[in-house]
C-alpha cells in the first residue's frame, strides 16, 4: 500500500488524489506549507513601506552601534593601557629574576677565585652543625647568608648537602647577595612594586633582601614548604619556567596578601634550589589606584586564573557573584580578552602576559548614564525598541507574500511533473523517475518490473456516456493502482488510458502477481459515471522484468511489455500478459 503522508496536494480545482515521491521534497520544508494563505493587493504596499522603514531605521542603528562601539573601546583602551604598564611592571621583575638565576648558574660552573669567598665558604664549613647560623662577607657590600644544621637537613628527604658543588653553591650564594644589594640601591626607582628577592638552597641556606624577623630555622622551614618552592620541583616543573603562586588569607573574599613568582636553579641535572621575588600587594593596589585618577568612573581589579581577587582600586570592593566567575573562567580558558555584562555593571578583562592572571574594569550603568556615552544608550535602547517593532510587522506582511508566492511555486512544480486529471506523473517525469531507479537497481544487482497497463473499450465510453465520464474513470483508475502498488513504485499516465508502472526490486513473477492484483481490482468495482449510472471497466496489462534477459535500459523494458499488453488485447482482454 502506498504512503498516504508523502501524497501531494493538487492544485485547486482538482480532485483529490494520491501518490508517492513528491516532487523536490528538500525544497518544500513544512515552514512554507504553514505560511499559505489568501494574498491581497494591498499588502504590497505595505511591503514597500515597511521596506522603506526598516532601512531607514538600520541607517539609524547603525550609527549609534558605532557610538556605543566607541564607547566601549575607550573603556578597552584603557584596561589595555592600564595592562601594558603592569605587564611592563612584572616582566621587569621577572628579567630581573631571570638574570640573577643565570648569574648564579655562571658561578656554579666557574666560582670567582677571591681570598673574601674563600673565607667564606671556610666559615659555612664551622657553623653548618649549628642549630641555625648567618654569615656576613667582613665588606657589608652583600647580603647575609642564613642557614639551618646540618640535623634539621638530614631530617628532610626534600633537602640534602650531599652534593659535589655544595662549595660553589655556597660561594654563587654569596655573589648573589652582592647582587641584590646592589640592585636594591641602584634598581628602586625602576618599578613599582618593591619585591622582596630570596634564594633558597635545598642545602639548608637561604638569602633574602629583607632583614630575618623571626627564628633562622622557623623561617627557613616557612620557606620550603612554601608552593611556590615546593612547585619547583622535578616532578612539578620540568619544564623549568616561571612558577606564579599567590597567597590568600582564610576568607578568600578579601585581597590576597602576597604573589611570589619563582623559578629554580639547575646545574649538571642537580635542583640546587629556588630563588622568588615576592611581589607587594599593597603596590599593587596602589598601582590600580594610580590608573583610576582623573577618571570619573570604572574601578579595577586583579584576579588570578582561579578568579581570586589579588587587588583592586577601590577599598570597598563588591564581589563577583559565582555565575559571573564561572563565565569569566571559561571566557579567560579560550581567550586573551574579552567583555561581559552582569546586571547593570559591564565588564572589560584582558589576560596579563607576565602573571598567571587577569585584570578586570568593571565599570556601572549609573556612571556610564552620567556621560555622552549613557545618553547615547538609552537612545540606543530606543532605537532598538522602534527597530523591533517595525521588523515584525515587516516580518508579517513579507511572510504573506513569501507565503503566496512558495504557493504558486508548489503549484507550478507539480504541474511539471503530475498529471492534473489522475495524479499520476505525466510522461516526462515517469521516463525520468524510471531512468533513475533503473541505474539504481543495476547498481545494487537488484530486478527491475515494468507494467503496462492500457483500458479496455475505454473509447466507447467518452462516445457513450461523455468525456466527463471518462476523465472520471481515469481518475478513479489511477486510485486504485496507487493503491495497489508499494511504497517506492512508480506509476504514471503515458497516454490517453494507458498507464505505466515501474517496480523496483520486483521479479517478473512478483509484478506479474502485483499487476493481476491491479486488474482484479478494476474489473470488479462498479464506477459511477452519472447519476444513477455505474459501469465496469477492465483492463490489459503486459508485464516486463530486467531478471529475463538482465536488461535494466527502461525503453526496452517498456517496449517489451508494451508488445505483451498488445498480445493480450489480442487473445481477449481483461488479462495479464508476461511472455510473449
Not at 483529490?16 to 520544508?29: C, L
Amino acid at each position: 500500500m502506498v504512503n498516504r503522508s508523502e501524497y501531494v496536494v493538487c492544485p485547486s480545482g482538482v480532485s483529490q488524489g494520491v501518490f508517492v515521491h513528491p516532487v523536490a521534497p528538500e525544497k518544500s520544508p513544512g515552514w512554507l506549507r504553514k505560511l499559505g494563505q489568501q494574498s491581497r493587493p494591498g499588502r504590497v504596499v505595505n511591503i514597500c513601506f515597511c521596506v522603506v522603514l526598516l532601512f531607514s531605521t538600520l541607517l539609524t542603528w547603525r550609527e549609534t552601534v558605532v557610538l556605543e562601539e566607541a564607547y566601549i573601546a575607550n573603556q578597552r583602551n584603557n584596561l589595555e593601557n592600564v595592562v601594558r604598564e603592569m605587564d611592563a611592571q612584572l616582566q621587569f621583575n621577572v628579567d630581573r629574576l631571570l638574570f640573577f638565576r643565570n648569574g648564579m648558574q655562571a658561578a656554579l660552573q666557574t666560582p670567582l677565585a677571591i681570598a673574601v669567598l674563600r673565607d667564606s665558604e671556610k666559615e659555612f664549613s664551622r657553623k653548618r652543625h649549628l642549630p641555625d647560623w648567618h654569615i656576613v662577607l667582613d665588606n657589608r657590600r652583600t647580603l647575609p647568608l642564613n642557614g639551618v644544621s646540618d640535623a634539621f637537613v638530614e631530617q628532610t628527604h626534600f633537602l640534602s648537602r650531599d652534593n659535589p658543588l655544595l662549595g660553589n653553591e655556597f660561594t654563587a650564594a654569596m655573589e648573589l647577595g652582592y647582587l641584590l644589594r646592589l640592585s636594591s640601591i641602584t634598581g628602586h626607582h625602576l618599578s613599582r612594586f618593591s619585591p622582596r628577592m630570596l634564594y633558597v638552597s635545598r642545602a639548608g641556606f637561604f638569602l633574602s633582601n629583607e632583614p630575618v624577623t623571626k627564628n633562622i630555622t622557623e623561617q627557613y622551614y616557612g620557606l620550603v614548604t612554601s608552593p611556590w618552592f615546593t612547585q619547583q620541583s622535578e616532578r612539578s616543573n620540568p619544564g623549568r619556567g616561571v612558577r606564579w603562586y599567590t597567597t590568600f588569607s582564610d576568607d578568600k573574599q578579601h585581597e590576597a596578601q602576597q604573589v611570589t613568582a619563582s623559578v629554580s636553579l639547575n646545574a649538571q641535572n642537580y635542583w640546587f634550589g629556588v630563588l622568588a621575588t615576592q611581589l607587594s600587594v599593597s603596590d599593587m593596589g596602589a598601582f590600580l589606584l594610580h590608573a583610576v585618577e582623573g577618571e570619573t568612573e570604572g574601578e579595577y581589579q586583579l584576579y588570578d586564573s582561579r578568579m581570586n581577587l589579588i587587588a583592586s582600586s577601590e577599598k570597598q570592593v563588591v564581589p563577583l557573584s559565582p555565575q559571573l566567575q564561572a563565565q569569566l573562567a571559561n571566557a579567560y580558558e579560550k581567550d586573551n580578552n574579552g567583555s561581559l555584562r552582569e546586571m547593570t555593571r559591564y565588564i572589560s578583562w584582558e589576560k596579563l602576559r607576565n602573571f598567571d592572571g587577569v585584570l578586570l574594569r568593571i565599570h556601572s550603568l549609573n556612571e556610564g548614564l552620567r556621560g555622552d556615552f549613557g545618553r547615547i544608550s538609552i537612545a540606543l535602547t530606543l532605537l532598538w525598541v522602534l527597530f523591533t517593532g517595525m521588523l515584525i510587522l515587516s516580518w508579517v506582511v513579507i511572510r504573506q507574500m513569501v507565503s503566496n508566492m512558495y504557493t504558486l511555486q508548489e503549484s507550478l512544480q507539480w504541474r511539471a511533473w503530475y498529471d492534473a486529471l489522475t495524479r499520476l506523473y505525466n510522461r516526462g517525469a515517469l521516463f525520468e523517475r524510471a531512468a533513475t531507479a533503473s541505474a539504481l537497481c543495476r547498481q545494487e544487482g537488484k530486478p527491475l518490473a515494468v507494467l503496462q497497463l492500457d483500458l479496455d473499450h475505454f473509447k466507447s465510453i467518452n462516445d457513450h456516456y461523455g468525456h466527463q465520464a471518462g476523465d472520471r474513470v481515469l481518475a478513479h483508475i489511477a486510485r486504485l493502482i496507487a493503491n495497489k502498488i508499494r511504497e517506492g513504485d512508480i506509476a504514471g499516465r503515458v497516454g490517453g488510458e494507458e498507464f505505466c508502472v515501474v517496480l523496483p526490486n520486483a521479479t517478473l513473477a512478483h509484478a506479474r502477481e502485483i499487476a493481476e492484483r491491479i486488474r482484479e481490482s478494476i474489473n470488479s468495482r462498479e464506477i459511477l459515471v452519472s447519476k444513477g449510472q455505474t459501469i465496469r471497466v477492465s483492463a490489459s496489462v503486459g508485464v516486463s522484468a530486467s531478471n529475463e534477459h538482465h536488461r535494466y535500459d527502461f525503453a526496452h523494458l517498456q517496449s517489451v511489455a508494451d508488445r505483451r499488453l498488445y498480445l493480450a488485447k489480442e487473445a481477449g482482454r481483461n488479462q495479464v500478459r508476461a511472455e510473449d
